[in-house]
């Protein structure tokens, strides 16, 4: 990644399933998101509105890996 350069939404959320091993099911519970909307955002085939994008975001930012 080149210095400057904007992550996706997608980009964060596969990364941090990486980092924490966190299946789409467990982010779809925390988010109140459906899986099928979770796996289309890292897929680029949904755009998820602003409050979507919110609830996505601040679960990553929150998460401290003891979470079941």
């Not at 979770?38 to 409050?51: E, F, L, R």
Request: proline residues 1%; aromatic residues 8%.
């Amino acid at each position: 990644m080149k210095d400057g350069q904007v992550v996706s939404l997608a980009e964060k959320l596969v990364l941090f399933q990486e980092k924490y091993h966190v299946t789409d099911a467990a982010i779809s519970l925390a988010s109140h998101l459906s899986v099928e909307k979770v796996h289309g955002i890292k897929m680029n085939k949904y755009s998820p509105d602003s409050d979507e994008k919110k609830l996505l975001l601040d679960f990553i930012n929150s998460y401290t890996g003891n979470q079941q």
